[in-house]
């Protein structure tokens, strides 16, 4: 499966950005579904997942509450909405995709990555 991310951008400190990833090439609700981000000097770190269905998600504690993960499977597209964005939350932000039904976190166990999209948030 291809993955295409878009949706980054510069914002300021509490604005908010939607991430969009676009997939193609295999049935998508085959996938489980998840983000990750990578600032500079730092190790790539899971933000949040889906399940195939969108009925399961899962958030990592520095975005919990301010940001949400969702799906269509109808238009093979994950989202991410991020409210209340904060100048830590800078960085490349990728999405992936597990050959999974559940949730899915670790980024060992995902198999397709898009080319990521950046960022910035502004103080």
């Known amino acids: 499966v291809q993955l295409q991310a878009s949706g980054g951008g510069l914002v300021q400190a509490g604005g908010s950005l939607r991430l969009s990833c676009a997939a193609s090439?295999?049935?998508?609700?085959?996938?489980?579904m998840g983000w990750f981000r990578q600032a500079p000097g730092k190790e790539r770190e899971f933000v949040a997942a889906?399940?195939?269905?969108?009925?399961?998600?899962y958030y990592a504690d520095s975005v919990k509450g301010r940001f949400t993960i969702s799906r269509d499977n109808t238009k093979n597209t994950v989202y991410l909405q991020m409210n209340s964005l904060k100048p830590e939350a800078t960085a490349v932000y990728y999405c992936?995709?597990?050959?999974?039904?559940?949730?899915?976190?670790?980024?060992?166990?995902?198999?397709?990555w898009g080319q990521g999209t950046q960022v910035t948030v502004s103080s």
């Open positions: 090439g295999r049935t998508f609700s085959n996938y489980a």
């Open positions: 889906i399940n195939w269905s969108g009925s399961s998600t």
């Open positions: 992936a995709a597990a050959v999974a039904q559940g949730v899915v976190t670790g980024p060992l166990t995902y198999h397709y």
